[in-house]
């Protein structure tokens, strides 16, 4: 899961995709293409939205995208296209661009990106979960289908 600074959407992706895969044994990161918030906690307004939702993302510390995570992870989700152009710029081949699709790729509405909550009010943290946790529920179907 990846965004800008690693500490408003990528983090909420990575919490809600992991609350759903409790029992699996699935890798779910997240990070961000700038080093802006590398070492720090996710957004405390990401904090209260997921554990408002019964999820606790405290356990997270920004960091940066780097190269070989194109080797760690089947599936690179980034949450707009500004980002989607940073990692695709990263890719050294096309295997590598494969991984990279917009999150929001996966619902069936015409929205492209989620929207960077960072400089606006709760409420935007409130419609990106809502984004997300639709986004994550058909990645959780699709990755069930890939392995079963
Ligand atoms: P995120 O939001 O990409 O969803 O983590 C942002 C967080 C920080 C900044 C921009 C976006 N920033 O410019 O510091």
Same mark, same amino acid.
């Given at each position: 899961? &990846? !965004?800008?600074?690693? #500490? !408003?959407?990528? $983090?909420?992706?990575?919490?809600?995709?992991?609350? =759903?895969?409790? +029992?699996?044994?699935?890798?779910?990161? /997240?990070?961000?293409?700038?080093?802006?918030?590398?070492?720090?906690? $996710?957004? =405390?307004?990401?904090?209260? *939205?997921? =554990?408002?939702?019964? %999820?606790? #993302?405290?356990?997270?510390?920004?960091?940066?995208? +780097? *190269? /070989?995570?194109?080797?760690?992870?089947?599936?690179?989700? &980034?949450?707009?296209? /500004?980002?989607?152009?940073?990692?695709?710029?990263?890719?050294?081949?096309?295997?590598?661009? +494969?991984? *990279?699709?917009?999150?929001?790729?996966?619902?069936?509405?015409?929205?492209?990106? &989620? $929207?960077? $909550?960072?400089?606006?009010?709760?409420?935007?943290?409130?419609? &990106?979960?809502?984004?997300?946790?639709?986004? !994550?529920?058909? #990645?959780?179907? =699709?990755?069930? +289908?890939? %392995?079963?």
């Amino acid at each position: 899961m &990846v !965004c800008l600074g690693n #500490i !408003c959407r990528s $983090p909420l992706a990575e919490g809600i995709l992991k609350h =759903k895969f409790p +029992k699996h044994n699935f890798i779910v990161e /997240s990070a961000g293409t700038s080093n802006y918030h590398i070492g720090e906690l $996710p957004d =405390k307004r990401s904090i209260e *939205v997921a =554990k408002k939702h019964g %999820i606790d #993302i405290t356990n997270q510390r920004g960091r940066q995208f +780097k *190269v /070989s995570d194109f080797d760690e992870f089947n599936f690179i989700y &980034v949450m707009d296209t /500004s980002n989607y152009k940073n990692i695709i710029a990263l890719a050294r081949n096309d295997g590598d661009k +494969k991984k *990279v699709e917009l999150i929001l790729n996966e619902l069936d509405n015409e929205l492209i990106n &989620v $929207p960077d $909550p960072y400089y606006g009010g709760d409420s935007g943290f409130e419609n &990106v979960f809502q984004l997300l946790n639709q986004a !994550c529920d058909r #990645i959780y179907i =699709k990755v069930l +289908k890939n %392995i079963s």
